[in-house]
């Protein structure tokens, strides 16, 4: 596609629900991130996926979120169990292999009540 | 662990004033610089980068940037601010020797411009 794009734009879900949220990264790009955007707390790494290596899931905070990548291609970020701190943007984007410059998407604005 | 600072949480300017918003890196070695911007309910875009070579870097509507390298700083500047450049900006750096290109974010600087 021409972009990065993020399914669905807002979701509100109950707490104890598990969501997920999509990824269409741009065609080709073999790099993709997911970044957790809250007031005032800035743009927080959750995870990374560069082509068929092991995923850096170094920031993802706590054992409630998943990821995963299915064909080098869509990405699913899953929220187990969501509590209302869980509330925030999740940004996701993409970037060739060659050069980092990473394109970010729209984003799905959680709700977590 | 590497962390970026920008220290202006919040600027106002008049139209035409001069601007320039701090970003500090905590890293010592080889790094990527970027500048990223969000309008109001656009998705972030990026402004400028810095891989290496001349450490000015101008990007795009007139923005640039300076890698000073002894400071760990990569401070976004421009000479004269519009209305239209009323956006949250956020600093970013990776460090291409760790083998990934993760980004690490500040928390943002929100600008409003005054009319």
């Known amino acids: 596609g021409a972009g990065v794009s993020q399914s669905p734009s807002n979701k509100v879900t109950e707490k104890g629900k598990d969501v997920e949220l999509r990824c269409d990264p741009i065609?080709?790009?073999?790099?993709l991130y997911w970044y957790r955007q809250s007031l005032g707390q800035g743009l927080e790494f959750l995870i990374y996926?560069?082509?068929?290596?092991?995923?850096?899931k170094s920031g993802l905070p706590s054992d409630r979120f998943s990821a995963e990548r299915t064909g080098g291609s869509v990405s699913t970020l899953t929220i187990q169990r969501t509590q209302q701190e869980d509330s925030a943007v999740y940004l996701c984007a993409s970037s060739s292999g060659q050069g980092p410059e990473a394109f970010f998407g729209q984003g799905t604005r959680l709700t977590v009540v | 662990a590497q962390s970026v600072s920008q220290h202006n949480h919040h600027v106002i300017l008049s139209e035409a004033a001069s601007l320039e918003l701090g970003c500090n890196y905590s890293?010592?070695?080889?790094?990527?610089l970027f500048w990223y911007v969000q309008y109001p309910g656009q998705h972030l875009q990026l402004l400028l980068k810095y891989f290496s070579g001349d450490p000015l870097v101008k990007g795009i509507k007139g923005f640039e940037a300076e890698f000073i390298k002894s400071k760990f700083s990569f401070n976004l500047r421009k000479p004269s601010v519009q209305w239209s450049d009323t956006a949250e900006y956020f600093c970013a750096v990776n460090e291409p020797d760790s083998g990934t290109y993760k980004y690490i974010f500040g928390t943002g600087t929100r600008l409003k411009v005054l009319a």
């Open positions: 890293y010592g070695g080889t790094v990527n």
């Open positions: 996926f560069q082509g068929n290596s092991a995923p850096d």
């Open positions: 065609s080709g790009h073999t790099a």
